[in-house]
């Protein structure tokens, strides 16, 4: 069957009606007709320019039309598909405009026996208080959702059709299922309009009505706008969507008198998980459907950098907290008994999205703000089945420790991320995990989105693990928590320990010796105050700058400077690199310092391999660092570049060659020959390491560098452009907005 659209008949020409004829009529979708039973709102519609034409009948509307669209009463539905049937075209679409669908295929079937394919129903969710063609807005759907809902009888390019109508507003258009989009819509919908005609009602009766809603403040004013909604349309979308709208406010009850019993109770942890879970769910669920950041400071456009040569690198700066440490003071004391405390908590992208995980898993967790969060711990066995998918973006030390901990519990889970996570690895921790008892399904290759069984019970495991992976390490600790029996863990090589040194701070005993590491399942976690120190990862950036930047004289203060993190430090100091470690203290089991780098020559050398494990993170400063030094540096077994944000090997390469760097690679071992960059337009690959690293070597090019889609850095480090100019830098952005 095909189709051809020359004349569009809207039914009803009130605001919702009106609004999607003038915008089809502004768009030149075909010649726009309207009927009305009020005649003076189809004559106000002409008048207006809303429509091209009024028909006097809706006989002579029906016989000529492509596409009718039904803009009724959801109660009018059947009667008006009556009217029209005997005058319908074979090959004529029909759509509707209502907010309830379930109803809308019983008129069908009724009239007609069977719901035509070229019946395809929709649904704008847009609207307004204001009703009438007067109120006509041929923007009111522009960037707003419209949900069609085709049966499988359904002609495919029927559907098509209506979706390009909607497509011509302005409209975003999705597809769901007839029974799914009344229960949605009942939830976002339907109850909020009830929950403010009732409430509006309720304290209208009150004695003191005209001074509560004389003092009425904006929140307000805000929720009960809807409550001067048309009260027929609202009746009778509440008898069309009775069994849902009663399930959701029999839900939305039972939530309300649980509030209701913490208040009278005073029971102040159980008010504030209402209220942060309700605070954090509101910013988390329209960031994660809309593809946007949780952290404050991520652009929402395209970032650019612009980086200059000249500037000067001196005085004292600070750098964000330790991302690894953030993660597993988080998730330790989301399953520990009581309060923990947190300082210095690092606001970045993957961080909180660990955060958000647990408040999906019914963990009430007070902030961040500046730093500092407030974690009231459900205990070993506490945590609740989420609602949904636990969405951790791009955080794959979230996706791989979390893998550990919910292969534990009672309840099922499902892990997903963003597009680049999806494509990292995950077998390597799930293998693992199911030789302890855990059942988890990876996606074809291996990959994101992780589905994993609850109830099931894991035994203990003796593992030696093929690579050295500080996260499947991590995961397979949280899971020998809850294991049956003493388990034991051996690395091929050190990588980093903080979960190791973060579970002695809550009172989990380990046994290490070497590689070995030996963990029996405690009967519960102890409430911590923790301090985290700054990212050596974010300040391994800033060291970069001192080192190779002429006169320079930096301090990076109160860095961890864990041994099994400080990679960096000695191969810069092999290279000939002016560092130094002073004021050093200790933050809940974490070495600290300062460091404080000066300029000296690097020299080329070929990495200690023991020094590469400890060094993942940061090599693509050490790519720069090679490139700044005199002679060859050569670098063997660094495979695992290639499975981070980007293959970091290949972009690291391209860029040094764009900036006349000479680089060869042959599979996973690299020789870099130092020389002098020059400018160039450098693609980042969305990799917050690549960008960084690439802004230092802009500061000592020839000409300008232009690095390419920099807005992955908030993933690990929000301010390093705010700390990058304190200091002395030349780098600034230039964000253009994406449509």
């Known amino acids: 069957m095909s189709f051809s659209v020359n004349r569009v008949l809207v039914i009803g020409l009130g605001l919702i009606g009106g609004s999607l004829a003038k915008a089809l009529k502004n768009k030149r979708f075909g010649y726009i007709q309207a009927y009305d039973r009020d005649s003076e709102e189809l004559q106000q519609g002409v008048d207006l320019g809303v429509i091209d034409e009024a028909c006097s009948s809706l006989e002579d509307g029906v016989k000529t039309a492509d596409i009718i669209v039904l803009a009724v009463p959801v109660k009018a539905t059947e009667a008006v598909l009556k009217a029209i049937q005997p005058h319908l075209r074979e090959n004529t679409i029909i759509t509707d405009v209502g907010s309830t669908k379930g109803n809308v295929i019983s008129a069908a079937k009724s009239v007609f026996g069977q719901v035509p394919p070229t019946f ?30 085709p049966l499988e009888s359904s002609d495919p390019i029927a559907t098509q059709t209506v979706a390009r109508m909607w497509q011509f507003t302005g409209a975003e258009v999705l597809q769901m299922g007839v029974s799914r989009h009344d229960e949605v819509l009942a939830a976002t919908s339907h109850l909020p309009h009830i929950l403010a005609f009732s409430l509006v009602d309720t304290l209208a009766k009150e004695q003191d009505s005209t001074e509560i809603f004389r003092y009425a403040a904006g929140g307000f004013r805000d929720f009960t706008r809807i409550a001067a909604s048309d009260p027929t349309m609202w009746h009778d979308v509440c008898l ?49 459907l809309s593809g946007t950041a949780y952290s404050q400071k991520h652009h929402t456009g395209r970032v650019t950098f612009h980086v200059r040569s000249g500037g000067i690198v001196n005085g004292h700066i600070r750098v964000p907290g330790d991302k690894s440490i953030s993660h597993r003071a988080v998730m330790l004391g989301a399953i520990a008994d009581g309060v923990t405390h947190i300082n210095g908590f690092l606001e970045s992208e993957d961080s909180l999205a660990t955060v958000q995980a647990f408040r999906d898993m019914g963990v009430v967790i007070e902030g961040p703000h500046v730093g500092r969060v407030k974690i009231y711990g459900v205990g070993l066995h506490g945590l609740c089945a989420p609602p949904g998918p636990l969405y951790v973006g791009n955080s794959a030390t979230s996706m791989r420790l979390l893998c550990g901990l919910l292969a534990a519990q009672s309840f099922d889970s499902c892990l997903v991320g963003d597009a680049s996570l999806s494509k990292r690895p995950m077998d ?126 930096i301090t990076i203060e109160r860095v961890g400077v864990n041994p099994s993190r400080a990679g960096i430090l000695e191969i810069l100091s092999l290279m000939g690199a002016d560092i130094s470690l002073e004021n050093p203290t200790e933050l809940c089991g974490e070495p600290v310092a300062d460091i404080r780098v000066r300029y000296a020559p690097l020299q080329g050398i ?74 160039g337009r450098i693609q980042s690959y969305e990799d917050h390491r690549i960008a960084m690293a690439f802004a230092i070597a802009g500061t000592q090019a020839s000409s300008e560098v232009v690095i390419e889609a920099c807005n992955q850095i908030a993933t690990s480090f929000p301010e390093f452009l705010e700390v990058a100019q304190k200091a002395g830098l030349r780098i600034h952005k230039e964000e253009t907005n994406v449509s």
Do not use: C, W
């Open 240 to 288: 069309a969507n009775k069994a849902e709208i009663l399930n959701q406010i029999d839900n939305f009850s039972q939530g309300l008198a649980q509030l209701r019993e913490a208040i009278e109770n005073e029971n102040t942890p159980a008010m504030l998980g209402v209220f942060t879970r309700a605070k954090a769910a509101r910013e988390h669920f329209s960031k994660m």
């Open 120 to 149: 395809i129903p929709g649904h704008p969710i847009a609207g307004s208080e204001k009703s009438g063609v007067a109120a006509a807005d041929e923007q009111l759907f522009y960037k707003h959702k419209v949900i069609i809902t």
């Open 606 to 679: 070929t990495i200690p391999e023991h020094l590469v494990s400890i060094s993942m993170d940061e090599f693509p400063a050490i790519f720069i660092a090679a490139a700044s030094a005199s002679g060859k540096t050569k670098i063997h077994g660094i495979g695992e570049l290639r499975y981070k944000e980007s293959d970091r090997i290949e972009a690291m390469m391209e860029g040094l060659q764009r900036m006349g760097i000479e680089i060869s690679v042959d599979n996973d071992n690299v020789e870099i020959t130092g020389g002098r960059f020059s400018g």
């Open 428 to 553: 390597r921790i799930a293998i693992p995990l199911r030789n302890m008892g855990a059942e988890i399904v990876t996606s074809e290759g291996g990959v994101p989105p992780i589905n994993i069984k609850g109830k099931r019970r894991l035994s203990a495991i003796n593992y030696e693990m093929p690579l050295a992976s500080a996260q499947v390490k991590s995961g397979l600790l949280l899971a020998a928590l809850y294991a049956k029996g003493e388990s034991v863990i051996v690395e091929p090589a050190v990588t980093r320990d903080h979960t190791e040194r973060m579970m002695a701070q809550f009172g989990i005993t380990l046994q290490q010796t070497g590689s070995r590491i030996q963990v029996q399942p405690p009967q519960r976690l102890l409430n911590r105050q923790i301090d985290i120190p700054a990212d050596i990862s974010s300040a391994a950036f800033f060291i970069l700058a001192g080192v190779i930047t002429p006169d320079s004289d």
